[in-house]
Structure formats: structure tokens, C-alpha cells
């Protein structure tokens, strides 16, 4: 079962920032983490992962709050090909870090 | 450099026939994982195989439902005796020996009629 509480549904306003929230208050001390996203009938796409630290990279943003309970994923300017389903994935560091849990997720809807 | 490749992109199958699914990792990635994707469903992790051997098959349906990843070649997800229930689409993904991110295939839907 999915460790990670996500709304369903969000609209952003192409170029505008993307905020997505992700709620993991059970996330212990050794757990990553994930986010991926599926445009609509394509393979899901890594977008990054975090620990504690906020992490950044050429397509979003993460922010970690302080007691790693809950998420923020930013796509700093949205545009129409950002619309996709976001998932936000907990997943260990150890042996049994390969079997990704996704959830319902949250559709992202950009637009123009 | 060459993603994941999977094909067919597209199968349809008779119910009772056979459906072989194929997958093709990332150049060097020595761990490939099935996923399905019922229809209106998010994806369930099915099995996750290094060459030769499955390390684990706990999401796989007990019957008609096998994977192989052999030395030479590409991984196979091959389901037996097809139902419509088995319709869905099908994701294979690999990645390198140290686990990091997950690349994705296209997916292959299957449809059984």
C-alpha cells in the first residue's frame, strides 16, 4: 500500500509554477523520497528524489520539510506538456528499494 | 543512447491464446521489473528479474503468468491462456546494478478479446 496522501487533481496556469504537495508522516529514516510522472499512455518518468535535504534539477524542484512528513514538488514554469499524473513514492535505501508503490497520484492539468 | 524498449506496443489476443511481451533494458542495466496497469488502475509492480534469475515474483498472479530474463537477449513476460481480466497495460523497467531511478518503457497494451 502507498505510504503517501496526494489530492487528486490540481490546475496551474501555463508558465506559472507547479506546486505539488505530498503528505508521508510515516516516512522513517532510511526512506527516500520519489517522485515520477505518466503522461497520459506513456511509461512513467523519473523526475527526482530527495532524503532530507531539498534537491534540484533541470526539470523540478523538491522541498523536504524539516520533519520529512510531508513534500513539495515544484515545476517552476509550467507548460502544457507538464499535464500528467505526479506520483510521490516513499521507498527505502535498502535491499528492497526496487519494488515501486504507486498511488493514485495527483493529476496535473496545465492550462493555457 | 537507447531507452527502454518494449514491443509490441500494441497486442491483441483471443481469449485462451498466448501473450509474449518483450523487453529490451537500457544498455548496461542489469535489473528489469514488470509492471501492470489495469485499466483506471495505477500501476502494481509484478516481478523483478537480474540476468538468470528471478529475485521477486511476489506481485505475480499465481497461475498462467511467467518472466524470464536470460543471459543473451530480452526479458519476457509471457501469460498463458489469456483472459479478458488480463487486459491492461503492461511496463517493463530497468535499472543499473546501484539502484537509483527506474527508467520506463512505453508499455505494452494488451488487449484480449
Known amino acids: 500500500d502507498a505510504k503517501t496522501t496526494q489530492p487528486p487533481s490540481m490546475d496551474c496556469a501555463e508558465g506559472r509554477a507547479a506546486n505539488l504537495p505530498c503528505n508521508h508522516s510515516t516516512i522513517s529514516g532510511n526512506e527516500y523520497v520519489y517522485w515520477y510522472r505518466q503522461i497520459h499512455s506513456q511509461g512513467p518518468q523519473y523526475i527526482i528524489h530527495g532524503l532530507k535535504n531539498n534537491e534540484t534539477n533541470e526539470m523540478a524542484s523538491l522541498i523536504i520539510t524539516e520533519d520529512r512528513k510531508s513534500s513539495t514538488l515544484i515545476l517552476p514554469h509550467a507548460t502544457l506538456r507538464d499535464t500528467a499524473v505526479y506520483y510521490c513514492i516513499v521507498q527505502n535505501s535498502g535491499g528492497s528499494n526496487y519494488k515501486l508503490t504507486f498511488g493514485k497520484g495527483t493529476l496535473l492539468t496545465v492550462n493555457p | 543512447n537507447a531507452g527502454v524498449m518494449q514491443n509490441p506496443r500494441h497486442l491483441v489476443r483471443r481469449r485462451g491464446q498466448e501473450a509474449r511481451l518483450r523487453c529490451s533494458p537500457v544498455?548496461?542495466?542489469?535489473?528489469v521489473y514488470w509492471y501492470r496497469q489495469l485499466p483506471e488502475e495505477g500501476l502494481k509492480f509484478m516481478v523483478y528479474?537480474?540476468?538468470?534469475?528471478?529475485?521477486?515474483e511476489s506481485g505475480m498472479p499465481k497461475e498462467r503468468f511467467s518472466a524470464e530474463f536470460p543471459k543473451e537477449g530480452p526479458s519476457i513476460l509471457r501469460i498463458q491462456q489469456v483472459v479478458r481480466g488480463d487486459s491492461a497495460a503492461y511496463f517493463c523497467?530497468?535499472?543499473?546494478?546501484?539502484?537509483?531511478?527506474?527508467?520506463f518503457g512505453q508499455g505494452t497494451r494488451l488487449t484480449v478479446v
Open positions: 544498455k548496461g542495466h542489469s535489473h
Open positions: 523497467a530497468s535499472s543499473p546494478p546501484v539502484i537509483t531511478e527506474a527508467f
Open positions: 528479474l537480474q540476468k538468470e534469475n528471478i529475485i521477486d
